[in-house]
């Protein structure tokens, strides 16, 4: 029984955040426009660093001046996501 409810618990949060988190892309995507925004197959430069160790990212943003930069930089701390 006590599985079963943190299953159920587990899947409401994770709910939670892939809601929050396509909120925010879609902010994003509003902040820097299409050109600017990166997602799906668009990401594949942008899942590795130098030492290549992927990590899957939902999206990625590349701001065309300080105004947008500062406007992600809103946005992100907004969600309070870590």
């Known amino acids: 029984m006590t599985s079963y409810v943190s299953s159920a618990i587990s899947l409401t ?3 939670s955040v892939r809601t929050v988190t396509q909120a925010l ?3 994003l ?5 299409s050109e600017h925004f ?3 197959e668009r990401m ?3 899942g590795h660093d130098a030492t290549f160790m992927e990590a899957p990212a939902l999206c990625a943003v590349r701001p065309a001046d300080t ?3 500062a406007a992600v930089v ?3 701390a907004s969600t309070k996501l870590s």
């Open 38 to 40: 990166f997602e799906g």
């Open 74 to 76: 809103r946005s992100l």
């Open 25 to 27: 892309a879609d902010r």
């Open 67 to 69: 105004e947008q930069v």
């Open 13 to 15: 949060h994770r709910d």
């Open 29 to 33: 995507r509003l902040i820097v426009g």
């Open 44 to 46: 594949d430069e942008y």
